[in-house]
């Protein structure tokens, strides 16, 4: 079982930016893609970002792309999600996920999820 922990978020002006930061318990870890999620109050939770074991490929939602940027760390088992020139919209709880086993933008792909780290962007 392969447990993660997000860090990172905070309180920020629109404009600005944050890390993000998935580490992960066990070495399993690098053998896994890796996905983030937000969800905004009220709403589903929604796909920002992709990126497979080797960091050879990587998506993103239409929403954020061009602003934020994930990488992983394998020596690490950590992962990450810069996200730069946020916007308000950008505010939501964001989790990493671990192990997709179908869609890669599909929440419920997912067999590993970390507890969430809260973004607020204030405008």
């Known amino acids: 079982q392969v447990q993660l922990v997000e860090s990172g978020g905070g309180l920020v002006q629109a404009g600005g930016s944050l890390r993000l930061s998935c580490a992960a318990s066990?070495?399993?870890?690098?053998?896994?893609?890796m996905g983030w999620f937000r969800q905004a109050p009220g709403k589903e939770r929604e796909f920002v970002a992709y990126i497979e074991w080797r960091s050879l490929y990587k998506n993103y939602a239409d929403s954020v792309k061009g602003r934020f940027t994930i990488s992983r760390d394998n020596a690490k088992n950590t992962a990450y999600l810069q996200m730069d020139t946020l916007r308000p919209e950008d505010t939501a709880v964001y989790y990493c996920?671990?192990?997709?086993?179908?869609?890669?933008?599909?929440?419920?792909?997912?067999?590993?999820w970390g507890q969430g780290t809260q973004v607020t962007v204030s405008s």
């Open positions: 066990e070495r399993a870890f690098s053998n896994y893609a």
């Open positions: 996920a671990a192990r997709p086993r179908g869609s890669i933008n599909v929440d419920r792909s997912y067999d590993y």
